[in-house]
């Protein structure tokens, strides 16, 4: 069993798993779909190919900095100007990293999927359109299953947001995990691509759970210092809390809404 892990950094991403008129939204970390579109898109499909090919995959993904969720209004004519169209409201994550993983028994596919990653076919971005990559996308092949790579993984926040953290001793990350067959799920979402044909965009249903992974701070201030210490370098996963969480989408209604741009 193996894994591909994927760095998905950008000043913007957006990651819809449903859509409402004119408000467009975004889960709090990335979906099945827009992966498996990033994916895709590097590999050359067209929006009309099978996904069969994806289907076998188990997904996750790990919150390494959450971002800021923002809010754009935008208006829009036609060329002519003679009609407008409602505004619109479009959320999005600022200042967001976030690491997928994709498990399969089958590693060359794995690494078919990170040499199209490497050199793509069509451009790439991070659930809209408008969102390109932060640049080239950062991925390794782990011989560990889905829950173990994610676990072990560097953590790749940003310094400034280490930095940030600097009086926390450790630091508490989302997991959100493809539950196996059997196994109990927190939450189901419709999210996993069966189409992405836009005359007729087709979504199955995906079971997940959330869980945490506790990380040690490499930036953490020993109490009674006030001095800022350089990042030495990245950190390993100390340890694990397999509990369930209230899901990404438990916060503001709005973010349960999308545009499905994948």
């Known amino acids: ?33 827009g992966v498996i579109g990033l994916i895709a898109a590097a590999l050359g499909y067209e929006r009309t190919a099978s996904l ?34 409602p505004l619109s409201q479009r959320f999005y994550l600022a200042d967001a990293v976030f690491l997928a993983g994709l498990e399969s028994d089958d590693e060359s596919e794995l690494r078919a999927f990170r040499d199209a990653l490497a050199r793509p076919y069509f451009p ?9 990559p932060a640049g080239p996308l950062r991925t390794d092949i782990v011989a560990e299953p889905l829950e173990a790579a994610l676990r072990s993984a560097a953590w790749r926040s940003r310094a400034h947001h280490l930095r940030r953290l600097r009086r926390e001793p450790s630091v508490s990350l989302q997991l959100v995990l493809d539950v196996r067959p059997g196994d109990p799920a927190g ?12 005359r007729r965009r087709e979504y199955g249903w995906r079971d997940l759970r959330i869980e945490t992974v506790t990380i040690a701070n490499p930036l953490a201030v020993p109490e009674g210092r006030d001095d800022d210490p350089e990042i030495s370098g990245a950190p390993r996963v100390a340890a694990t809390t397999s509990r369930l969480l209230g899901s990404p989408t438990d916060h503001d209604p709005e973010t349960l809404l999308s545009d499905e741009e994948v």
Do not use: K, Y
């Open 187 to 198: 939450e189901s979402r419709r999210d996993v691509p069966v189409s992405f044909d836009p």
């Open 52 to 85: 069969e090919r994806f289907a076998p995959l188990r997904f996750g993904v790990r919150i390494d900095q959450p971002g800021t969720l923002e809010r754009d209004f935008q208006t829009a004519r036609s060329l002519d100007g003679s009609t407008a169209f």
């Open 124 to 132: 790439l971005f991070l659930g809209r359109r408008a969102f390109p």
């Open 1 to 33: 069993m193996s894994t591909l892990l994927i760095e998905l950094a950008g000043p913007q991403q957006a990651w819809g798993s449903r859509s409402r008129f004119a408000v467009r939204a975004t889960e709090l970390a990335p979906t099945r779909s």
